[in-house]
């Protein structure tokens, strides 16, 4: 059996474990807060196995607030890392493939910080974060990082739909509450204000990646470019195409190894709301009042300020 058949296997095993995992292991998660940031209770019990995480000088974070682009950049830098190898980056869900340090979970899941350390260098790792909370290690040893932000609003949005189908996420009551907790900085990972500048804060003392969901939404070639350039790396044409054509929502929206269709219905029932929803810019508009708009413009006026 070859390299690539065996991780296949591997892949259909870990699935099978999942689908057989007891669902009544899954609850709401709790906030706690931690550091004046509202966190997932499990992660806050954790919180001194998080801050000595051990970072290597190779290794690339990837960090967003929740639902401002997270898996579609890790999909970006799984194809530019791998020169548009597809099949490569079918190796395993994307959740495996970049692991979540931030968040811990019920066997047989594994959890983002044990299975980083697992890995051979060089690592590729998520977190949703604030700056302030990032294990120190990351900043010692000047790891890459790439932060992408995202319009608060289109991000209130994706997230309530976020808490309806993760059944590990807090309830999210009505949506006219959700908003209120998360323009108020009571959800998890607290304020998007907070976290949005505490990133671009740090990106003038460490090599950090800053872009903007709305800018690879507009122009995906070009800033796929600037990703490439800061990996070390350059693109042809064609091979620039492939990656953008493969990172595409429509194609990740179908990608199994992507869309986390991988997970059981308990964990994520995509039949409430799917992983990936709309992938656009201004689906807000659908959503708020314009008296929630109103108030949501205080978050863009207070970043401005």
Not at 151 to 165: G, L, T
Not at 215 to 238: C, H, N, W, Y
Not at 293 to 304: A, F, G, I, N, Q
Request: glycine share 4%; net charge negative.
């Amino acid at each position: 059996m070859g390299f690539e058949e065996a991780q296949i296997v591997d892949e259909r095993e870990k699935c099978t474990e999942r689908k057989m995992m007891d669902p009544n292991l899954m609850k709401r998660a709790t906030l706690v807060d931690v550091e004046g940031v509202s966190t997932i209770d499990d992660t806050a019990k954790n919180w001194d196995t998080l801050w000595a995480f051990k970072a290597r000088p190779d290794d690339l974070l990837i960090s967003t607030y929740p639902k401002a682009g997270t898996t579609w950049m890790e999909e970006i830098v799984d194809m530019i890392l791998h020169r548009g190898d597809s099949q490569k980056c079918a190796r395993a869900p994307v959740y495996e493939r970049f692991p979540f340090i931030d968040l811990f979970l019920p066997p047989p899941l594994v959890n983002g910080i044990d299975a980083a350390e697992v890995m051979s260098s060089p690592r590729a790792i998520k977190t949703h974060l604030q700056a302030k909370l990032l294990p120190p290690s990351f900043w010692e040893q000047n790891c890459k990082m790439i932060y992408v932000a995202r319009n608060p609003k289109d991000c209130a949005v994706s997230y309530f739909h976020f808490h309806r189908m993760n059944k590990g996420m807090p309830e999210p009551g009505t949506w006219e509450e959700f908003l209120e907790n998360f323009i108020t900085g009571k959800v998890a990972w607290g304020s998007w204000v907070d976290h949005v500048c505490g990133w671009w804060e740090a990106k003038d003392r460490y090599p950090i990646l800053y872009l903007f969901y709305e800018d690879i939404k507009e122009d995906p070639s070009r800033e796929i470019q600037k990703v490439a350039k800061f990996l070390g790396t350059q693109l042809s044409d064609s091979l620039l195409s492939q990656i953008v054509q493969h990172t595409s929502f429509e194609i990740m929206k179908g990608n199994p190894m992507a869309n986390y269709s991988t997970l059981p219905d308990f964990i994520m029932n995509q039949t409430v709301s799917p992983f990936m929803r709309k992938g656009t810019v201004g689906d807000w508009k659908k959503h708020f009042t314009v008296a929630q708009s109103d108030v949501s413009m205080m978050l863009c006026r207070e970043l401005r300020s």
